[in-house]
């Protein structure tokens, strides 16, 4: 993954990065760099952090709960 640097970096290999450069890291490395505020967040941009959206869960009719079509019929009393 490319990233931006927000402030100078020295990558494992001894390579000395300057702010701004773009860098291409593994997400170990990425991680370690976010968590020390090293990492330009893109214009317009929040978190790094994966979003999840949810849907509301479906309205329920109380008197369609039950067994459904496939179930045997339902014991009958014989008076």
């Known amino acids: ?3 931006r640097l927000s402030a100078s970096w020295t990558d494992p290999r001894g390579t000395v ?3 701004g450069d773009t860098v291409d890291v593994d997400a170990v490395t990425l991680a370690e760099l976010e968590e ?3 990492v330009e967040q893109p ?6 952090e994966t979003t999840t959206t ?3 869960p479906k309205k329920t009719d ?4 039950g067994p459904g079509p496939s179930s045997p019929p339902a014991d ?3 008076d």
């Open 54 to 56: 949810t849907t509301p």
């Open 62 to 65: 109380p008197s369609k709960i």
């Open 36 to 38: 020390k505020g090293m």
């Open 17 to 19: 990065w300057a702010v």
């Open 43 to 48: 214009a317009g941009s929040g978190s790094t």
């Open 1 to 3: 993954m490319h990233v």
């Open 76 to 78: 009958t009393k014989k």
